[in-house]
């Protein structure tokens, strides 16, 4: 039997290219798709951070009751964007090869880092690592797509704003004036990997789709978010993760730290990679266990 996979997606540039790109691949292995646009509240409601919305995975919420509904067999999502727990009935059926996961700094000008300086970011994670290495800056919020985002920057008197460079070079924006922030800011757990989810129901679709999996994606960004799950993370808290497989062992880093920077936990392991099961888990268990669990309290007060 063959059937038209229903491909939902958000509506925003970089949400349809990552859903033309799954279309793209589907229709090479000889499959009929179609692209399902919806809006987001995290794509609606821009004057708020993403913390104050009080709405687990608002960017893939509005997929979710649509795929739960039956207008669309498959999502597509920015995996650093979707709830660490499904709802019941829709399964992850691939991830696929990750992009560049590292952030960057925009800038808008001359500017001088060992100044005051005023950085853009809606991210808890990027604001809590900035301050911690520049705490006499200022870190402003800023929300939108990456082309409104940008440019807010150029008519701002900001130094810079901080994006994902992933994103950047799959729109093909090429930003003249960046710092590359690779060498010490850890990304959010699954940044630049995209997702698959269907109904646990849908046989046809979850065939399809799991041969678009990557296997080396799929447990780098399984390891991640075990670290984020376990320290009950997501946009709430400032949590990054980052996971190599390099030679047959798992290169670990992550961090959890306060709003401000000025307090947290840095955590690094490389072990071999068949012992690398629950990696995140124990990690995230063992800096509840020396400290985290009263720092995670300590971070939900000051929201």
């Not at 710092?179 to 010490?184: E, V």
Request: glycine fraction near 8%; charged fraction near 20%; hydrophobic fraction near 40%.
């Amino acid at each position: 039997m063959s059937k038209l996979i229903r491909i939902g997606t958000r509506d925003s540039q970089l949400a349809l290219w990552q859903a033309n790109t799954v279309k793209k691949k589907l229709e090479k292995l000889g499959y009929q798709t179609q692209l399902v646009p919806v809006k987001s509240t995290g794509d609606l409601i821009l004057d708020k951070p993403l913390y104050e919305l009080g709405i687990t995975g608002v960017f893939t919420k509005t997929l979710d009751v649509a795929m739960l509904n039956g207008q669309v067999d498959i999502a597509v999502h920015s995996m650093k964007d979707v709830p660490t727990l499904l709802p019941q009935g829709i399964v992850q059926t691939a991830v696929l090869e990750r992009g560049n996961a590292s952030d960057i700094l925009v800038t808008n000008g001359p500017y001088d880092l060992t100044k005051h300086c005023t950085i853009a970011t809606g991210s808890l994670r990027r604001k809590a690592q900035w301050l911690k290495k520049y705490p006499h800056h200022s870190v402003v919020g800023l929300r939108g797509n990456v082309n409104t985002r940008l440019q807010k920057l150029a008519d701002s008197d900001w130094q810079g704003a901080i994006f994902a460079k992933a994103g950047l070079k799959r729109l093909n924006i090429k930003p003249t004036e960046i710092i590359n922030l690779d060498n010490w800011m850890i990304p959010a757990p699954a940044q630049g990997a995209m997702v698959i989810v269907a109904m646990q129901n849908d046989k046809y679709s979850i065939d399809a789709t799991t041969q678009l999996n990557h296997k080396e994606t799929a447990i780098c960004t399984q390891i991640e978010r075990e670290f984020l799950r376990v320290l009950e993370g997501g946009c709430s808290a400032p949590i990054g993760a980052y996971v190599e497989i390099i030679k047959n062992h798992v290169v670990f880093k992550g961090n959890l730290l306060l709003l401000d920077g000025s307090d947290g936990f840095e955590e690094s392991r490389m072990i071999p990679l068949n012992s690398a099961k629950d990696l995140g888990s124990r990690i995230a268990k063992q800096v509840l266990a020396n400290g985290g669990k009263e720092l995670m309290e300590e971070i939900k007060k000051s929201l």
